[in-house]
């Protein structure tokens, strides 16, 4: 349901957020919701999302945070009564004093704490959007560590109240719920008015002892400026002694009341609900967590390999060819061979001695085969070839050694091999079929004639 | 952009190709490499895929065994073939099945690739076998690009293997140890990569970005679980009742339980920082790492080490109590008192408001004292995860030696700053814990003081 969007739908978002402070502690049981996390699609967020959607399901997470939402939508509904009371009250207060309202001071005692509430929630709103964690989202996050709220509410409220943070929501949601509920507020109020002055006698007028009343006219002309723009009637009398004087300042009340306390609200709740809308559905993770990169990190161990060119039966050892050179060659004899061996690397003087004669050989193919015909010629009964012990065995080794006509072949490495070097060649061997070759490690070892 | 480019990795048995893709990967359990020649035997594929839809396929084949043999199978290019036209024509024959099988499958999946990888022992002597090695993988028509590993060994020949493969007309060349990665070695492949193909330049210049942006933000992930670990251990506290404290038993038992905690919540750290980086818990190698045998206990509270941290704090940081004086086994890296704790309440209180300061008195008048870790304790346990952080980022992911910390180690003095940022945690107990906007806010000094500490360069 996300896959359409850029970003990652809010639900989707709290959801993830409440595993994550679920798995704070300890991770949970992912195998299955990692599975099928890596079937639902390539991205790291769609994965990440996915498999927190699973464990959330399997922890009762989501229970929680529906139950949550259904918590929060009571409240406002019970907030919404509230406002109602709210504005019962104050429509009260501007009537209760007598059968006189003096409609100027009755509008600028309606509006004031409108204005003002309107200016505080526009400071808090820009000086919170410059640094995360503003007023608002410290409110909730102190909110939300709460040690009486119930324990299913514990479980989702923390890390719902980061994460709107962090999508920088905070200030929008509760604007506009904060909106929403005065727009009722002054809505009912205005309701309230016209009730009661359509059925009780009220005299409306503007009172002044050091004002001239010219000023107060002009005041309640500019005033009505407003409502009459937005269609509705404000009409100011000219004359107070005007009997219908009481009938036009109430229609003005009315009307100002809805123009400077329910509409500038309405336009803040609708403009909070678009900016939502907007972000709602363009959530992003923060993926330097440490949290989320462990699980990329696991997700991209599990993306499989493919094995293209498999492995076919193992080379069967090739023909025992030496098996029939065995026991043949001239007696004592002992040549000796410096098989692939750097530069620099001199065959021990000893061994130069003993030997009848001896050869460096690089491996080319020319080279190789003079000096296994020279081998084939006059065979000696040991044939030793000095090896790079670094170096590993490889196919072309084996088949010089194969091609070799001796008495008895061993190896001798250069220079003197560690235990893991020793034991690479040997295992070589004999994974070869040649376990009967002796591996020298180092050349007094080789003179000997046992070896 | 859904790009996609296959790379082959070829070379000569156990020249590292495995090890090139695990580290290039980051699969430590990519194929199966020992020092067992001809490990691999069959060609396996893995993809790496960038954040903007580009797809690297690698093809890890098997060593050229015998290239020697295998060139002359090849037979000599007749005039009306070209190379790419002998090597198909070798593909048909029955050598290509029966002695030649494993050089058959390297050929083949270079016919089929972008472009290959070239991996080389710089160990190895120039022989002839590698001589006609380099002839064979220049034949194939496709641009090779090889990568010398193990430069930096004693015994590398690196001029030698330069000269030769410029012979054959390879000219660019790659050093990359696939053990112990240079630094920005990755980036400089792909770049010579892109080099070599340029028709493919966008997509691997796309690579070389994300793997760059990859390590950075795993630099910032693992930097973000230090400090999350050290918040921890400084919000540690732990409250001794008036009977606990007068039986001996007892108290030591809860000092004993305190530590514990402690270790537990620094071994975790190790653990995610293993994930983290994608090394396994299970490395034989890395489960040598001194925390998580055990050896970190002796580690983290050893007086030696702690005398050691002590002394560099100097006085002027020394916020803790008795660091260097009479430090023994029972109590080390460990403040217990209302004193102490008073002491480091009113200094967070300054910043912090006055709730816990109100906490800490009415413990001291009611006989209570609370524990907490030493700064000695915080500063040793901030150079060795950092260290540790440090170290696992540069390993290869070939890597088989113990992880270097020594090298990665970096200078308690340059810790200081981290410390004082850590200071504001110790009037939070329930940071260790639980997140907050105002912990929020000191992880992020904390932070921008970890990321000043610079990487110590490797070698």
Request: proline share 5%; with cysteine; hydrophobic share 50%.
């Amino acid at each position: 349901m996300s896959s359409r969007t850029d970003g990652i739908a809010l639900p989707d978002l709290l959801l993830t957020e409440a595993v994550k402070d679920l798995e704070a502690d300890t991770p949970l049981r992912d195998d299955a919701a990692l599975a099928q996390a890596l079937a639902a699609g390539d991205g790291r967020e769609t994965r990440i999302v996915q498999r927190a959607r699973r464990l959330a399901a399997d922890t009762g997470l989501d229970r929680d945070l529906a139950r949550l939402r259904d918590r929060l939508l009571l409240l406002g509904l019970a907030l919404a009564a509230l406002g109602m009371v709210l504005a019962l009250l104050v429509a009260m207060a501007l009537l209760g004093q007598g059968r006189h309202i003096n409609a100027v001071a009755a509008i600028a005692l309606l509006i004031a704490p409108n204005v003002l509430g309107i200016v505080v929630w526009a400071l808090l709103t820009v000086l919170g959007a410059r640094s995360q964690g503003g007023a608002f989202g410290r409110a909730v996050a102190a909110l939300a560590r709460w040690r009486l709220a119930p324990q299913h509410v514990r479980r989702v409220w923390p890390s719902a109240a980061r994460a709107l943070d962090a999508q920088h929501l905070t200030t929008w949601v509760l604007g506009g719920l904060n909106h929403l509920l005065w727009a009722v507020v002054y809505t009912a109020a205005a309701l309230v008015l016209w009730a009661v002055l359509a059925f009780s006698a009220y005299r409306l007028g503007w009172e002044t002892t050091i004002l001239a009343p010219q000023t107060l006219h002009d005041a309640a002309q500019a005033i009505a400026w407003l409502p009459e723009h937005i269609g509705l009637p404000a009409p100011v009398p000219e004359d107070l002694d005007d009997p219908d004087a009481s009938r036009l300042l109430g229609y003005w009340l009315i009307a100002c009341t809805l123009a400077y306390g329910a509409l500038p609200r309405l336009l803040l709740a609708t403009l909070c609900t678009a900016v939502w809308r907007r972000r709602r559905d363009a959530g992003t993770l923060d993926l330097d967590e440490p949290y989320y990169r462990r699980l990329i990190a696991r997700f991209e161990a599990l993306a499989p390999t493919r094995v293209l060119d498999a492995e076919h039966a193992r080379h069967a050892a090739p023909a025992p060819a030496h098996a029939a050179a065995a026991g043949s060659g001239e007696p004592g004899t002992l040549v000796l061979i410096g098989f692939e061996l750097p530069q620099e690397l001199a065959l021990p003087a000893a061994l130069l001695e003993r030997a009848a004669w001896s050869e460096r050989v690089d491996g080319g193919l020319e080279e190789r085969e003079a000096l296994l015909r020279r081998i084939a010629d006059h065979p000696p009964a040991r044939l030793l070839m000095a090896c790079h012990a670094p170096s590993t065995p490889d196919r072309g080794t084996l088949r010089f050694i194969e091609a070799a006509r001796a008495g008895s072949i061993a190896l001798l490495l250069l220079p003197a091999p560690d235990a893991a070097q020793l034991a690479r060649w040997r295992d070589w061997l004999a994974a070869c079929g040649r376990g009967d070759i002796t591996v020298h490690a180092d050349a007094g070892a080789a003179l000997s004639p046992h070896g | 952009m859904a790009e996609r480019l296959a790379l082959a990795v070829v070379g000569h048995t156990n020249a590292g190709k495995t090890s090139l893709l695990r580290t290039l990967t980051r699969r430590r359990d990519f194929g199966e490499v020992s020092s067992q020649p001809g490990t691999t035997r069959h060609v396996e594929a893995v993809e790496l895929a960038g954040d903007d839809g580009v797809r690297l396929r690698f093809l890890d084949t098997p060593g050229l065994e015998d290239p020697i043999g295998l060139l002359h199978a090849l037979g000599p290019l007749r005039a009306d073939m070209t190379p790419p036209q002998r090597i198909r024509a070798f593909l048909a024959t029955r050598a290509a099945d029966e002695a030649f099988e494993q050089e058959a499958k390297v050929l083949r999946a270079l016919l089929e690739v972008d472009a290959a990888l070239f991996v080389i022992d710089a160990r190895e002597p120039v022989l002839t076998k590698f001589r006609c090695e380099v002839e064979i993988l220049a034949s194939c028509g496709k641009p090779v690009l090889p990568v010398l590993n193990f430069v930096r060994d004693a015994v590398s020949r690196e001029a030698e293997w330069g000269a030769l493969l410029a012979d054959f007309a390879l000219h660019a060349q790659v050093r990359f140890d696939a053990v112990a990665p240079f630094d920005g070695a990755e980036r400089q492949l792909y770049d010579s990569l892109a080099l070599l193909l340029p028709a493919r330049q966008a997509p691997l210049r796309a690579v070389a970005g994300f793997v760059e942006r990859e390590r950075a933000a795993r630099d910032e992930a693992g930097r973000r679980l230090v400090a999350d670990t050290l918040l921890a251990l400084a919000a540690l506290r732990r409250t001794l009742e008036r009977e606990e404290l007068a039986d001996e038993a007892r108290k030591a038992a809860a000092l004993e339980a305190f530590r514990a905690e402690a270790l537990e919540r620094a071994r975790r750290a190790v653990r995610e920082l293993l994930d983290l980086h994608a090394f396994a818990r299970s490395d034989a190698e890395l489960a040598m790492l001194p925390w998580l045998d055990g050896r970190w206990a002796a580690d983290l509270f050893h007086p030696e080490t702690l005398r050691d941290a002590g002394a560099r704090l100097g006085k002027g940081a020394a916020i803790g109590a008795g660091v260097g004086l009479a430090v023994d086994a029972a109590t080390a890296g460990l403040s217990l008192g209302a004193a102490a704790a008073l002491g480091a309440t009113i200094g967070g209180a300054i910043s912090q408001g006055f709730g816990p300061l109100g906490r800490r008195v009415a413990d001291a008048l009611q006989g209570r004292e609370s524990l907490s870790l030493e700064d000695s304790v915080l500063l040793v346990a901030a150079q060795r995860l950092l260290g540790l952080h440090l170290a696992l980022q540069r390993r290869g992911h070939a890597a088989e030696g113990r992880v270097e910390l020594e090298r990665h180690a970096v200078a308690l003095e340059r810790l200081q700053n981290v410390l004082s940022a850590l200071q504001p945690a110790r009037a939070h107990p329930e940071w260790a814990a639980e997140d907050s906007p105002r912990r929020e806010a000191a992880r992020r000094e904390l932070l921008a003081r970890l990321r000043q500490v610079a990487n110590p360069r490797s070698p």
